[in-house]
């Protein structure tokens, strides 16, 4: 009885979270990561203006316009992985601070690149902070409750649409009176907003758990409680490792002695957790089957994503022939670039009402397997010619799926993760998945120039049916589940 009064008397981080609910702190870190997504948004959707604008304004070619934007992507690459360590050893907020001190001095420093090779060099520093805004990502998640934790992500990353709108009008607005140079400072301005606020952003109390200071992490909770008006469990806080994890440790006695044993965990855990310990973990027992799984739908979700911009664009246009179809992608016409990009992006937010309504009543596999499948459906009519208004119909309804997959996807992935590290998996599996959209040109433009418009159509039916069936195959569903 004495056993279970003392094991009565301590709570975790997941209790604490689901006890206080989502409240007023919860929306003031809402706001804080979401402007960070609307910074990587601007940063992204900028490349879709500045590109032609500095080819007719250094008389760059057509590969050297490309090259900006491949540039961007391959720092990015980098800094997934990157961002991902840094989180995990040194915190979240060392993470977030990174991409924006990155992104937003560097962005800036490229509005007044002298000659097309420091406008690369820049770029790429600039995709090296771009890759690790992932991890604002993850500090949100790390602070909602598991009842509606789903939702609240995709409600997160409803940001980034609204920063490809706001990205819109803003080159829209300073692009024909200012210029490229002025579009990139202005750009840059949410990193700089992110700055301003960083010295009243809490560490994420999971995080600090993972690192054995519980102390720190009931300072957060606490704080927590009287902004959401609320009162923590009684007892002490806990750091209770996922069952799911703890294969290596043997019995469960010896899990339960660890767990009680709070003082051994916090030293073996500050001791331990590296960058070098967290990529270990990918490879755990429980952990690599999810992790390859993760990185063919992350590839799968990339590759279809940027493959039905480029069949948007091509079919979208009352185009009917094949011919200078790369032409066409890479030079649009400059009066209809800003309304395209509108259009498109405002395709995105049924994708992520679909998501918000389906992610915490089916599931996560459920919900993403369904919208690949659909997607996969809504594609496949596109193989043969059909009126300019059905192909928009299905082009926007396929928009639709990729995008409700995408936000499922962001939400499933922390969740499989612990958080030792958490960001390190995010990180390396968003990495590999940007393969998915350097490869995605390639074979889609590819095989419309060569006017195989069925085959362009079959090969992203077939990597979204792989996908869809793939899903079925995740070991676990986190839905309402706690997360470490």
């Not at 961002?83 to 992104?103: E, K, N, S």
């Not at 596109?382 to 990729?402: D, K, N, P």
Request: hydrophobic share 50%; glycine share 10%.
């Amino acid at each position: 009885m004495a056993a279970e009064g003392e094991a009565s008397m301590h709570y975790t981080t997941d209790d604490a979270l689901s006890l206080l609910g989502f409240g007023r702190f919860q929306t003031l870190v809402l706001a804080y990561s979401g402007l960070g997504w609307v910074a990587e948004a601007f940063e992204i959707m900028l490349l879709s203006f500045v590109g032609p604008a500095v080819e007719a304004d250094w008389g760059i070619s057509g590969a050297e316009q490309g090259l900006i934007s491949s540039a961007v992507f391959a720092g990015m690459l980098i800094g997934s992985i990157a961002g991902g360590l840094i989180a995990d050893r040194y915190g979240r907020r060392t993470g977030f601070l990174f991409t924006a001190v990155v992104t937003g001095i560097f962005g800036l420093l490229s509005a007044f690149s002298p000659n097309y090779t420091s406008l690369l060099t820049l770029r790429f520093v600039v995709g090296l902070g771009l890759g690790a805004g992932h991890v604002l990502s993850t500090w949100f998640i790390e602070f909602v409750p598991a009842a509606k934790r789903g939702t609240w992500m995709v409600v997160f990353h409803v940001c980034w649409t609204v920063g490809t709108i706001l990205e819109a009008l803003l080159a829209w607005a300073v692009m024909p009176v200012l210029g490229w140079r002025w579009l990139l400072a202005l750009s840059s301005a949410p990193c700089f907003g992110l700055l301003i606020f960083f010295p009243l952003t809490p560490e994420s109390p999971r995080y600090l758990c993972s690192r054995g200071r519980t102390m720190d992490a009931t300072v957060i909770l606490e704080r927590i409680a009287r902004m959401n008006k609320g009162t923590l469990p009684p007892g002490v806080l806990t750091y209770r490792p996922e069952n799911h994890v703890d294969n290596n440790l043997g019995t469960p006695e010896t899990a339960l002695l660890i767990v009680e044993d709070n003082a051994g965990i916090e030293e073996d855990i500050s001791s331990k957790s590296s960058g070098i310990v967290a990529f270990q973990a990918l490879w755990s027992y429980d952990l690599i089957r999810s992790t390859f799984l993760l990185w063919f739908i992350y590839l799968a979700n990339y590759f279809t994503y940027y493959g039905v911009i480029l069949l948007t664009s091509e079919l979208s246009n009352g185009r009917r022939t094949c011919a200078s179809v790369r032409t066409h992608l890479m030079q649009p016409n400059t009066g209809n670039l800003y309304r395209e990009v509108l259009v498109t992006s405002l395709a995105e937010f049924p994708g992520l009402l679909l998501a918000a309504l389906l992610v915490d009543r089916i599931g996560r596999k459920r919900s993403m397997g369904g919208m690949l499948l659909m997607c996969g459906a809504f594609l496949a009519p596109l193989s043969v010619q059909l009126g300019e208004g059905l192909v928009t119909t299905l082009l926007f309804c396929a928009r639709t799926c990729i995008m409700g997959s995408f936000a499922v996807l962001y939400v499933y992935t922390p969740e499989l993760y612990p958080a030792s590290s958490r960001n390190t998996g995010v990180g390396i599996t968003s990495s590999l998945g940007r393969i998915g959209s350097i490869v995605s040109p390639l074979v889609i433009v590819g095989l419309l120039e060569s006017c195989r418009r069925k085959e362009a159509v079959f090969v992203l039916d077939l990597v979204l049916f792989l996908a869809g069936v793939t899903c079925a195959l995740f070991p676990r569903e986190t839905k309402g589940c706690q997360i470490q």
